[in-house]
């Protein structure tokens, strides 16, 4: 699997691995060449007398390793290149399948382990990239050129190669083997240690409001201490393969000497051969040892190619009819046979200028392994120019129900069209360029006012930002910013009050100027004054739209055209709210649990 993310991530670089293939043969042919010139300066030159031998063989020397350094520094040049090439490349195609999988694809991987495979195992396969490119190929044809020249120096002393040699190799399958299941539970614990920490860092005014810092601590620790046991096991094993080899290394250099040197004595072998064998030994151990350091790199690289694997390879279960994929084609297949009447629009077709009707038709909507629908038999129409408002008690379905109009969620059963056309048949760019969405939890991103109002329309002018932003009653708290627009927004909107971002996020649905706009319990953290002249300013703003308010007060919808009654994810009423207060025993017990202190039913 490594190799083939790795491969695939090469497509027009080959030219690069040509020429680093061959510079590192180059590099290695002179590290080779080296041991047998020195031995003849030795046996040649300086033992027979001979200063011109000497000179000569010098100078040659001298070329040779100039060429071996340029060649090693070309070739680690060009590997780091292809290297964070294959980084770059696998980090977008990473971001770009998330970009693309649904809320529910994103829950089965978790958000903070999604967040270390497109960064920390990423990273791991480019390191090892590198060592690929810079040792792999060098090594290997360093091993095989340092048997072949050293048994040409002496046949009898590389016997001493033909024992160390498959001992270092039964060393580094040894360890390797076990470094395999090490890395591949360090990153399950780092995904679990990541969560935690993500947990609490969000959570920590929860945690101090009820006294837990002490449980978090231990929970926290308690998986690090797991992480650090794993990280210290595979970092013995690596920590100890440096010692053994050098212990076989020594050990290897002794008996050459040893055997080298009788063999000297009695006349069967030169002081020169002797000089460029140990040479050869040593370039043989070291051609391992670079293997040996790009396979132990090897089991963490393979253990993140299968993680970011597992995500190239999830389909998204909301498929784009633009896009198709395996995913959405056995989606379509399970369609309810009405679905099969609906036909798609035409190539290029766009929803009517500024008017959409939405209708729901028989929809049902389960999780994956659910016994039970959230969502089952929801049917309603909501035209142009009027406002739909829904309600239920908590975990009644409501989000749920809104997030399959953007197709967040696709429904399991039945169909939602959107100015005639099945939703599942749109384009989901076309689809959501349709809408504006403000969504229960309001967020903003890094960076100024304006900038996050632009997100809607990236060419809107200052004038049509201040016009949105006093539509969304935000003028009280915006005079006081010295900056005005240009005032710096942190992470998520943290130097903004709840209310003051979730008027933020009003404006921004404002500015998209779409025909249908979807309101998700935004107006919860507004207060009785500015909820009322807000709504007055919707009313004016979004006239000619289809609007969707899901809430949690009735002040806030009881002036809707339709207002629909949910109730463990069943429509069992709608209306408007007189008449929801004659007909709906639900809608009544919410509305009187509310209303009746004010004296307004």
Not at 356 to 366: E, G, I, P
């Amino acid at each position: 699997m490594l190799v083939g993310l790795v491969k695939r991530q090469l497509a027009g670089q080959y030219a690069y691995v040509w020429a680093i293939v061959f510079l590192q043969l180059i590099q290695a042919a002179a590290n080779l060449l080296l041991p047998t010139v020195n031995a003849a300066i030795i046996d040649d030159g300086i033992v027979a007398g001979e200063p011109g031998v000497v000179s000569r063989l010098g100078v040659l020397m001298a070329v040779i390793a100039v060429v071996q350094a340029a060649s090693a520094i070309a070739a680690g040049y060009l590997g780091a290149v292809v290297a964070m090439r294959i980084g770059h490349r696998l980090r977008a195609e990473v971001f770009t399948r998330i970009q693309s999988l649904s809320s529910q694809d994103v829950a089965l991987f978790g958000t903070q382990s999604l967040t270390i495979r497109a960064t920390n195992d990423v990273q791991q396969i480019q390191a090892f990239a590198v060592l690929v490119f810079t040792m792999l190929f060098a090594g290997p044809a360093m091993g095989v050129g340092g048997i072949v020249l050293a048994v040409q120096q002496d046949v009898a002393l590389s016997l001493v190669v033909i024992v160390i040699v498959p001992l270092l190799l039964l060393i580094m399958y040894l360890i390797v083997r076990r470094l395999i299941p090490l890395y591949r539970e360090g990153q399950d614990l780092l995904d679990r240690s990541g969560g935690i920490l993500r947990e609490q860092i969000i959570g920590v005014d929860v945690i101090r409001a009820f006294v837990r810092q002490g449980h978090e601590v231990r929970r926290f620790a308690e998986t690090n201490a797991g992480l650090t046991a794993n990280n210290l096991q595979s970092a013995l094993l690596v920590a100890g393969m440096l010692p053994i080899i050098m212990l076989v290394v020594n050990t290897s250099s002794v008996a050459v000497v040893w055997f080298g040197g009788h063999r000297i004595q009695a006349g069967q072998m030169n002081l020169g051969a002797l000089t460029a064998f140990i040479a050869y030994i040593m370039q043989i151990l070291l051609a391992i040892m670079m293997s040996m350091y790009v396979l132990m790199t090897a089991p963490r690289a393979a253990v993140c190619a299968e993680r970011i694997q597992a995500v190239l390879d999830t389909e998204p279960s909301v498929g784009d009819p633009g896009n198709h994929t395996a995913a959405s084609d056995r989606a379509a297949s399970d369609r309810a046979a009405s679905d099969k009447a609906a036909a798609p629009p035409p190539p290029g077709a766009v929803l009517p200028g500024r008017q959409a009707t939405l209708a729901f038709q028989d929809v049902a909507f389960s999780y994956p392994g659910a016994e039970a629908p959230v969502l089952a038999d929801i049917s309603f129409t909501a035209a142009p120019g009027t406002t739909t408002a829904i309600v239920g008690s908590t975990g009644s379905g409501k989000t749920t129900l809104l997030n399959l109009i953007p197709r967040f969620l696709d429904p399991t059963h039945g169909r939602i069209t959107l100015a005639g056309h099945d939703i599942r048949h749109l384009p989901l760019d076309q689809l959501r360029a349709a809408m504006a969405i403000v969504p229960q939890h309001s967020h903003l991103f890094t960076g100024t006012i304006a900038d996050n109002l632009r997100m809607a329309d990236p060419d809107a002018t200052d004038q049509e930002l201040w016009a949105v932003l006093e539509a969304a009653q935000t003028m009280r708290f915006m005079r006081d910013l010295p900056l005005g627009l240009a005032t710096p927004v942190g992470q998520g909107g943290a130097s903004l009050s709840g209310g003051q971002r979730q008027r933020l996020c009003i404006a921004r649905a404002l500015l998209r100027k779409a025909p249908l706009y979807l309101f998700d319990d935004s107006f919860s953290a507004l207060d009785y004054d500015t909820d009322t002249r807000l709504r007055r300013a919707l009313d004016q703003a979004l006239a000619a739209a289809t609007v969707i308010i899901v809430a949690e007060r009735i002040s806030a919808v009881e002036d809707a055209d339709l207002i629909l009654v949910l109730d463990d994810g069943r429509l069992v009423a709608q209306g408007t709210h007189r008449e929801l207060l004659e007909t709906s025993a639900t809608y009544r017990e919410i509305a009187e649990s509310q209303l009746a202190l004010d004296g307004t039913l």
